[in-house]
């Protein structure tokens, strides 16, 4: 499966400048934690890794300005039992692993043009105005499938 490269870390206090945003220490490090990781953190580990740069933080404050990031379309949320969070914006659907539960980008342009087919087709026969869909996929990771494939044990 191909993974989206990310592209090249942008100064994340200029965007939220541009966009208006009182910057504040813990939302600039908030969205560059984000945008420094491809595992989709929970809320708690965005806390964890952002506590190794602004140790007072708390997890209240986490939380409040991951909302507002994700209100300003600087992160996407990933709904789910524990809410995750994602800073890359561009069009992607997400594999989840069943086994060790890792979320991996999956390339918006690989899952269309069916995807878009389906959707011109739902429009169509029940009128109704569908703005975006998502596709979830599911099954072992690289990781998850190599470690089944090894032997039990060695000779
Ligand atoms: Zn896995
Ligand atoms: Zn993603």
């Known amino acids: 499966m191909r993974t989206i490269t990310r592209n090249s870390p942008t ?4 965007v939220l400048r541009a ?3 009182r910057l504040t220490g813990p939302r600039r490090v908030i969205l560059e934690v984000l945008r420094g990781t491809e595992s989709h953190p929970t809320a708690e580990e965005v806390h964890r890794l952002v506590r190794r740069r602004l140790p007072r933080v708390s997890l209240g404050t986490v939380y409040r300005n991951l909302r507002l990031l994700v209100a300003q379309r600087l992160a996407a949320e990933i709904p ?7 800073a890359n914006m561009d069009a992607h659907h997400h594999f989840t692993c069943v086994r060790c ?10 899952a269309e043009p069916q995807a878009e087919a389906l959707r011109v087709r739902i429009a169509s026969r029940t009128g109704l105005a569908i703005t975006h869909h998502r596709i979830e996929f599911f099954g072992r990771c690289p990781q998850c ?4 494939s090894r032997p039990r044990r060695s000779p």
């Not at 539960?101 to 690989?110: H, N, R």
């Open 101 to 110: 539960g890792c979320i991996v980008d999956v390339d918006g342009p690989l």
């Open 11 to 14: 100064d994340s206090g200029s």
């Open 19 to 21: 966009l208006g945003l």
């Open 145 to 148: 499938r190599s470690g089944k």
């Open 80 to 86: 789910g039992p524990h809410s995750r969070f994602d």
